[in-house]
């Protein structure tokens, strides 16, 4: 095996983070392949908390190489802050554990101005997005005039692409926004800075992933966000900017798909999300509230609290062809303890009528009604259980029936924050 894919099989959240530093100990290299800083990704390591926007979570194992692909929007501010978080807790020390591609795009300044503009505009329409700079920078990757880090090599291309992208920009930003424009002089300083900083990361880095899938090495993709934000795929416009299921793992990187082995959907036992948008499994009554408490369901990135409803099968059914899921890993089983029963969505109706697959349109979304199935709940404790026999029969039953709706087979259960709350079925390595 060489390449293996962990990515969100929902509207994100699912516990990327803690199950891609579980496998990170095995891994030789953890690459990031799209998104930004909107990414919150929490590790816990013995009772300790890290989160990360933007360094891989193979960075608290130091075997591990990390790699911010060319898919990746990178605020670099953030990412000096979380290189110089790692390395005052001793870790990273080794330059050479970190590659940021030479053609990732950088979030610049004017990028959060009119992330936050936008949404001020849009009103009741709004997005509800991290406000991170991450739509407006992805627009302007597509429309040709982003800012790449192998721009921060020299000062004087710097310069001569940020004046004629700041003509438009600053037009747009006092004429349309009524924002102050921003200064040519001030940001070639400002970014030549953090090129000071960050130049010795960057690199090839495609042909470095590349090079070490092809000569053996285990290399874990880490997706952020989850397959219903994706820009084509999901609840449009209530997505984020970038497409984050599976496809994104070759474009995001500069790797070829036959090099990929396994790509595993990462779902909670329910659902979440946060922002805007469709939630067609979304419970406002205590039982929503009692996952969210239990849950800890507060965004990584914004503190927000998640929206939250029960587990959609239709939607994992969806999202495991979205990716071509080969496997599911399944995580915080352990907050459905106590509830009884546990419903579980199996299909969706409008008026009436079922749907055969996910729906493209809002308004669709917003009408389809939820057909639910009910199972026995347990109570027992399972934050201990580190194998499928140590679960109670009714929570093995959950996840069968999980992997028997969303049609891709369980590998991994998580039933505890912890690093060790971990049960694997199937190693992915
Ligand atoms: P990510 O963005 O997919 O990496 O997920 P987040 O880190 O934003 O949110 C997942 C949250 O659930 C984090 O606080 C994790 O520590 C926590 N978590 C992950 N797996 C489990 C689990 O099995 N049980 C419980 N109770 N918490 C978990
Ligand atoms: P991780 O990687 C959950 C959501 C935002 C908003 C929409 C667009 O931690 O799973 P954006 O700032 O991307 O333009 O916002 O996408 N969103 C996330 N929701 N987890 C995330 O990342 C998210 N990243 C973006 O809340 O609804
Ligand atoms: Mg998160």
């Known amino acids: 095996m060489s390449i293996v894919v962990m990515l969100g099989a929902q509207w994100g959240d699912e516990g990327k983070g803690k199950l891609v530093d579980y496998w990170s100990a095995e891994a030789d290299v953890v690459v990031r392949f799209q998104g930004g800083n909107n990414a919150g990704h929490t590790l816990v390591v013995n009772g300790e908390q890290t989160i990360f926007h933007l360094v891989p979570s193979g960075a608290l194992n130091p075997g591990a190489v990390c790699v911010i692909g060319n898919g990746v929007v990178v605020d670099p501010v953030v990412l000096i802050e979380e290189i110089d978080k790692l390395k005052a807790k001793g870790m990273m020390d080794d330059d050479s554990r970190l590659i940021i591609s030479d053609r990732a795009s950088l979030i610049m300044p004017y990028h ?62 006092t004429k349309v926004y009524g924002e102050e424009a921003q200064d040519l002089d001030a940001l070639v300083e400002e970014f030549m800075g953090y090129a000071a900083r960050l130049m010795p990361y960057v690199g090839n880095a495609g042909k470095y992933i590349s090079d070490a899938a092809r000569s053996g090495k285990k290399v874990l993709f880490e997706g952020a966000q989850g397959a219903l934000l994706d820009i ?16 994104a793992a070759c474009t995001g990187t500069g790797v ?24 067609p499994t979304e419970l406002e009554d205590e039982v929503g509230q009692r996952l969210q408490k239990v849950g800890a369901e507060y965004g990584a990135t914004t503190g927000r609290p998640r929206r939250c409803g029960w587990w959609d099968g239709l939607a994992a059914s969806y999202t495991a062809r979205l990716n071509g899921l080969t496997d599911l890993a399944v995580t915080k089983l352990d907050v459905l303890t106590g509830i009884d029963p546990i419903k579980i969505c199996v299909a969706y109706e409008i ?43 009714n ?35």
């Open 112 to 173: 959060k101005t009119q992330d936050h503009a936008g949404e001020k505009k849009k009103g009741k329409a709004a997005i509800g997005t991290t406000g991170r700079g991450i739509g407006p920078t992805y627009s302007d990757k597509i429309a040709r005039s982003g800012i790449r880090m192998h721009h921060l090599r020299d000062e004087k291309r710097l310069r001569a692409r940020l004046q004629s992208v700041l003509e438009e920009k600053n037009l747009l930003l």
């Open 232 to 247: 084509d795929h999901g609840t449009y416009p209530f997505v984020t900017s970038s497409n984050t299921t599976a496809g």
């Open 351 to 393: 008026e009436g009528k079922r749907l055969e697959d996910f729906p493209p349109d809002l308004i669709e979304l917003e009408a389809a009604r939820p057909v639910y199935e009910e199972l026995p709940g347990w109570t027992e404790d399972i934050t201990g259980a580190r194998s499928m026999a140590d679960l109670p029969g």
């Open 395 to 429: 929570a093995v039953k959950y996840v069968k029936r999980m992997e028997e709706v969303a049609g891709a087979p369980v590998s991994m259960v998580s039933v505890g924050q912890d690093r060790e709350q971990t049960i694997v079925i199937k190693a992915p390595f």
């Open 256 to 279: 070829g798909p036959c090099l990929i082995d396994r790509v595993v959907g990462i779902t909670k036992a329910y659902t979440t999300r946060v922002g805007g948008g469709p939630f």
